[in-house]
């Protein structure tokens, strides 16, 4: 059996396209054991899928939301453990 790691797929509503939002989750990731990746959607959220140990993915979801709380307006979260699918986090 393959090993599992937590996931989290997070939607982020507000002013988070031209704000700089991506890079500093990217930045934040890299303070954190996390790979996933951060992507602006055509519908003017952004969302991020990350991976690893809960401590760790709820920690970078925590100060993501911490350091740029002034442009989120709603956060829409969903959670699970899965096998692992990427490597490194990456903006895209």
């Known amino acids: 059996m393959e090993d599992l790691v937590f996931h989290a797929e997070v939607y ?3 002013r988070v396209q031209g704000v700089g939002f991506r ?12 790979s ?14 990350a991976e690893g140990t809960e401590s760790e ?9 911490n350091r740029l709380t002034p442009f989120i307006r709603k956060v829409e979260a969903k959670t699970q453990r ?11």
Do not use: M
């Open 57 to 65: 993915v709820t920690g970078f979801k925590d100060e993501v939301e």
């Open 23 to 34: 890079y500093c989750t990217y930045q934040v990731a890299r303070e954190f054991e996390v």
């Open 82 to 92: 899965r096998p692992s699918r990427f490597s490194g986090f990456t903006i895209k």
């Open 12 to 14: 982020y509503t507000g």
């Open 36 to 49: 996933g990746y951060i992507v602006n959607l055509s519908d003017g959220r952004v969302l991020f899928e």
